[in-house]
């Protein structure tokens, strides 16, 4: 039942921080979001006492730092973790070119090009969720999938991020 608890059961993105990008990025964001909530792992540290969830999750860019706001299921807040956004400034850069270039190529290139970018973008969404997963070490506990779905969400704030 504790893994029941260890999980985000609602999960807002800060509308004032959140980059504008194309009806497709848009897309993937609402999905990142609703797959999150469906399934994920989710335990930070350090809580007090009666802190192990269910959680709510406000994301939010501030002063160049990635703000976690988690809160209880009341909305109280328990802990804030910020990170830096500056690691992440070359594997989202690189995340969105070849998310443009993606979305370019499935209206008109051959079907082993579009497989190959979409390897690419991939590769680099799961080299962004692992920056996430090591950055979030001793401060928040993900598993892979979680960090996944939650790299989407950063891309959507860092658009306007730094």
């Not at 290139?109 to 579009?114: D, F, G, K, Q, V």
Request: proline share 4%; hydrophobic share 40%; glycine share 6%.
């Amino acid at each position: 039942m504790a893994e029941d608890r260890r999980r985000i059961v609602k999960l807002t993105l800060d509308e004032a921080s959140i980059g504008w990008r194309d009806a497709d990025v848009d897309h993937e964001r609402r999905v990142a979001i609703f797959d999150l909530i469906e399934h994920n792992s989710f335990r930070p540290e350090g809580l007090a006492e009666g802190g192990d969830g269910p959680f709510h999750l406000r994301l939010a860019v501030a002063e160049g730092r990635l703000v976690f706001d988690i809160r209880d299921d009341s909305d109280r807040p328990l802990r804030a973790v910020m990170l830096s956004l500056v690691p992440f400034r070359r594997v989202v850069k690189d995340y969105f070119d070849i998310c443009d270039s993606y979305f370019q190529a499935i209206k008109t290139a051959s079907p082993s090009r579009i497989e190959a970018i979409d390897m690419g973008r991939r590769g680099l969404h799961n080299e962004g969720s692992e920056l996430l997963r090591q950055r979030l070490l001793g401060k928040i506990e993900i598993d892979f999938d979680t960090a996944r779905r939650l790299f989407t969400l950063i891309c959507a704030l860092y658009a306007k991020g730094p």
